[in-house]
């Protein structure tokens, strides 16, 4: 079965950084796109970018550019989110899907809550 | 404000059939058949229902159906049943610079 497992519940001050985790299993992890979708609270979903695990080529949302770092480490079949200084505003659930081509994403992985909060 | 345009909220009855409506532009709908259609329950991820368009994930319901007609796609679903409330998103792929985009998604009423 393939299936995408994502870290758990975080909450964290401003200012402070944070990168979440999103392990794949059950298909060749360097052979597929993986994205990060935001979804805020009560909000739609939007797309922040796609890294490929085989060699980290990485697109991100002109809207996200600058503000987080998608990564990979093919070793132990995992993507990261990262931010490096947070904002009450980044206070989301985030979702990690694998794409497969133009926008098809299947399937997601469970979600991690983000709180930002002093 | 999202790329993609859909109605906030849609209602049916049981057994009846809606549509949803996904309006873009030349950039993204319009040159593509890319567009994919999720379906988000309350607390749960989204599940993908419909891809490049019109196609089936398999253990989809065939209920579900896509279509697309210049800038705005649609997603149809038949013999409404109650499980089928949630929120509706479609996302289109809009080429190698903005790559993806989502639309602002669609709450779906059981009535």
């Known amino acids: 079965e393939v299936q995408l497992v994502q870290s758990g519940a975080e909450v964290k001050k401003p200012g402070e950084s944070l990168k979440i985790s999103c392990k794949g299993s059950g298909y060749s992890f360097t052979s597929y796109w993986i994205g990060w979708v935001r979804q805020m609270p009560g909000k739609g979903l939007e797309w922040m970018g796609i890294i490929y695990p085989g060699d980290s080529d990485t697109r991100y949302s002109p809207s996200f550019q600058g503000q987080v770092t998608i990564s990979a480490d093919k070793s132990i079949s995992t993507a990261y989110l990262q931010w490096s200084s947070l904002k009450a505003s980044d206070t989301a659930m985030y979702y990690c899907?694998?794409?497969?081509?133009?926008?098809?994403?299947?399937?997601w992985g469970q979600g991690t809550l983000v709180t930002v909060s002093s | 404000q999202s790329a993609l345009t859909q109605p906030a909220s849609v209602s049916g009855s049981p057994g009846q059939s809606i549509t949803i409506s996904c309006t873009g532009t030349s950039s993204d709908v319009g040159s593509y058949n890319l567009v994919s259609w999720y379906q988000q329950h309350p607390g749960k991820a989204p599940k993908l229902m419909i891809y490049?368009?019109?196609k089936r994930p398999s253990g989809v319901s065939n209920r579900f159906s896509g279509s697309k007609s210049g800038n705005t796609a649609s997603l149809t679903i038949s013999g409404l049943q109650a499980e089928d409330e949630a929120d509706y998103y479609c996302c289109s792929y809009a080429g190698s610079s903005t790559y993806v985009v989502f639309g602002g998604g669609t709450k779906l009423t059981v009535l």
């Open positions: 899907a694998r794409h497969l081509s133009g926008s098809l994403f299947d399937p």
């Open positions: 490049e368009g019109s």
